[in-house]
């Protein structure tokens, strides 16, 4: 018979570290699974391409540009005629937006934003152009120097 010596005070050298394993993968679990949905996003329908496409050049008749400034100034220029408005002047945007669609059906926004322009602004205005129907947007970037 065994007999264990009560007066031992050494601490226990071993860890069971079974449980530690089983509660990570149960939560590697749970975040593999959550991740997908907390993402956001809007509607974008991309054009399918090719590695060799040629640019076809838009005709200034159907063409629209909004420019979005720092301040919040958003300029709609057609043809040369100016509108200007605030972006929190929502209903004002959204009735020039509607305005511009029902004088061209093939409407397309040329928008461009100033790089520190809250991220907020410009998707209020895009989503407010795709709201009353306006369902091409293209972006206008500047090209990097290096």
Not at 64 to 74: A, F, K, P, R
């Amino acid at each position: 018979m065994a007999f264990s010596n009560k007066n031992d005070d050494s601490a226990m050298s071993e860890i069971n570290v079974t449980p530690l394993v089983d509660v990570m993968l149960v939560l590697l679990i749970i975040f593999i699974v959550t991740a997908p949905l907390i993402t956001q996003s809007i509607s974008v329908h991309l054009p399918e391409t090719q590695k060799d496409l040629t640019i076809v050049d838009t005709p200034e008749d159907h063409l629209v540009n909004i420019e979005l400034t720092l301040s919040g100034q958003l300029t709609i220029t057609k043809k040369g005629e100016k509108q200007i408005f605030q972006a929190a002047e929502k209903d004002k945007i959204t009735q020039a937006f509607k305005t511009l669609l029902e004088q061209d059906k093939d409407l397309i926004l040329a928008f461009s934003a100033d790089d520190k322009a809250p991220h907020g602004d410009v998707m209020k205005i895009m989503q407010q152009a795709e709201n009353v129907g306006i369902l091409k947007i293209s972006f206008l970037t500047m090209e990097e120097h290096q």
